[in-house]
């Protein structure tokens, strides 16, 4: 495992309880379109779900999927440990760096929410997820793209960190070909934060800054957190930040 692939993986080690309980009911908005998108008609075989973290996921597919298998894939152990005592037998859950997915899954439907713009190349991983796929099966990703608002918590994050490189986004639809492109549209709800502290502690504790911490250390995040506070709002803070959903059919 590369250096930064097992930062990544220690990241989500620490924020693994954090974030069930911060962000799994702020983004289930957007795991339920995830599965709603991946619909019930699929030919015979598993349904994976990528970067599955606590699984979310399983509790729309199970009911949905009773008599099939369900895969959840991560590569962080501790995230893992919580999807295995929430799945309760009902779903398969592998320790695995989901970048490349093997195609003897031969998979009916591939679904990951939130996922894809962690990999070290979120190209080359959904065209992996589509290979999986057994023909007529549907993959449906839903992630954040480096833009997901133009105010809010998320696009002040993104200011006081700096905005990441957004050209990987232009290369996923051209990574598909020879897909059936269903569904490529971005889609928002609303999300609300008690104040911008607790998003930014949450974000840092529980969630996507974990591995930023762990690379740069506490002043780096101290300052960091100071910078935010500085330009936040006041009080609770609503925004409707906007995911993308791709869904293909093979
Ligand atoms: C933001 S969480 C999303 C979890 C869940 N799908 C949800 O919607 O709540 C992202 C997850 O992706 C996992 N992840 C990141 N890179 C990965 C990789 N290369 N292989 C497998 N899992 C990965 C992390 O460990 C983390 O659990």
């Known amino acids: 495992m590369t250096d930064r692939l097992s930062r990544l993986a220690r990241s989500w ?11 799994v009911p702020r983004f289930a908005p957007w795991v339920r ?3 709603q998108t991946i619909g019930t008609s699929l030919p015979d075989g598993p349904i994976l779900v990528p970067c599955c973290g606590t699984f979310p996921e399983l509790d729309l597919l ?4 009773p008599d099939r298998k369900l895969v959840g894939l991560d590569l962080s152990a501790e995230m893992v440990r919580l999807a295995r005592a929430r799945a309760a037998g ?6 695995a760096d989901a970048t490349e997915l093997d195609p ?4 009916a439907g591939v679904v990951s929410v939130f996922g894809l713009q962690q990999l070290p190349d979120p190209a ?3 065209r992996s997820w589509y290979d999986v796929l057994r023909p007529g099966g549907r993959l449906c990703v839903v992630y954040w793209p480096e833009v997901a608002e133009e105010t809010g918590p998320f696009a002040l994050l993104d200011k006081v960190v700096g905005r990441g490189d ?4 232009d290369t996923l639809v051209p990574a598909l070909h020879g897909a059936v492109i269903e569904r490529d549209e971005l889609v928002s709800f609303p999300m609300v934060h008690p104040d911008a502290a607790a998003y930014f502690d949450a974000a840092n504790l529980h969630g996507p ?15 960091l957190r100071r910078r935010y506070l500085a330009e936040a709002p006041a009080g609770e803070w609503t925004h409707h930040p906007q995911a993308r959903l791709i869904a293909v059919r093979r």
Request: glycine share 6%.
């Open 13 to 23: 080690d620490e924020a693994a309880e954090g974030y069930e309980q911060y962000f």
């Open 33 to 35: 379109a995830a599965v």
């Open 62 to 65: 199970a009911p949905r999927f």
């Open 90 to 95: 009902r779903a398969e859950v592998v320790q």
């Open 104 to 107: 003897a899954w031969a998979a």
């Open 124 to 126: 080359a991983g959904i």
């Open 166 to 169: 957004s050209t990987w986004e």
């Open 209 to 223: 800054l974990r591995a930023r911490a762990l690379a740069h250390g506490d002043a780096y995040i101290a300052d």
